[in-house]
């Protein structure tokens, strides 16, 4: 069964810098892309930024220049080095990523959320 685990959220101060990572494990044959992200409270769940198998990228307006996304294909890893965070980035991130295991063909797959909340 495939999981994608997240780490790295918590309480930063604006102006301050969180790494996220996530890792999917299970039996999966290939990953297409992979990225995070983000539901603030009353609002919809955005996309921060993502990246193909070839290392393409795409972000968000609101994060481009702080935020950079980078993925290890060997290990089935996603991370989202977050600077300069503003209050603004706070929400719950989510890791997500398109992947076939060995018994299906390529869906989505979604982490369980890690909260940011960027504070004084």
């Known amino acids: 069964q495939v999981q994608l685990v997240e780490s790295g959220g918590g309480l930063v101060q604006p102006g301050g810098s969180l790494r996220l990572s996530c890792a999917a494990s299970g039996s999966i044959f290939s990953i297409t892309d992979m990225g995070w992200h983000r539901q603030a409270p009353g609002k919809q769940r955005e996309l921060v930024a993502s990246i193909n198998r070839v290392g393409k990228t795409n972000y968000v307006d609101s994060v481009k220049g702080r935020f950079t996304i980078s993925r290890d294909n060997a290990k089935n890893t996603v991370d989202l080095q977050m600077n300069s965070l503003k209050p603004e980035d706070t929400a719950v991130y989510y890791c997500?990523?398109?992947?076939?295991?060995?018994?299906?063909?390529?869906?989505?797959?979604w982490g369980q959320g890690t909260p940011v909340t960027v504070s004084s």
């Open positions: 997500h990523a398109n992947l076939r295991d060995r018994s299906t063909w390529y869906q989505d797959y």
